[in-house]
């Protein structure tokens, strides 16, 4: 090769925004004391996203960063709606569904006052007379009953 002459190769470089598997993160119901992780599943991204949780009541603050939210030791107060933004800097930051996360409560005492939609009840609560005590996303504390026929 005569000197002076530069081979040069030309390169193709594609680039994809963030998509999200529709179904996911799921809706969970998850027994107080168990863990869990919300999956914020990307199904093509060209450079890869960055991906960051946010709770629907949290006020746009983040939560965590990375694919999965994950709750250790789950408490009653993660009962919530979450959610995950995934961006790469091309096109729009894309926004998954909301899950749910409904949380069985261990039962900590028989009479209580529950404040839900702004109404004040008092309940006394026999431990034979129930499988669980939840605490839901929308924060208001309720009880499944058994049956005896």
Known sequence: MPSGI??????????????LDAMYPQNHTIAEGENLALQCRVTAANPQPNITWYSVTANSTALS???????????????????????????????SRVSTIDVLCKLIFLKFYVKC????VSMTLLPSSLNTLRYSSKGCLYCRKRVRL
Request: glycine content about 10%.
């Open 6 to 19: 530069v081979l040069a190769q030309h390169l193709h470089l594609f680039s994809d925004p963030p998509s």
């Open 65 to 95: 960063y990375g694919a999965n939210l994950t709750f250790v030791n789950i408490s009653r107060f993660a009962a919530g709606m979450y959610y995950c933004v995934a961006g790469n800097g091309i096109g729009k930051d894309v926004t």
């Open 117 to 120: 939609l702004n109404f004040f």
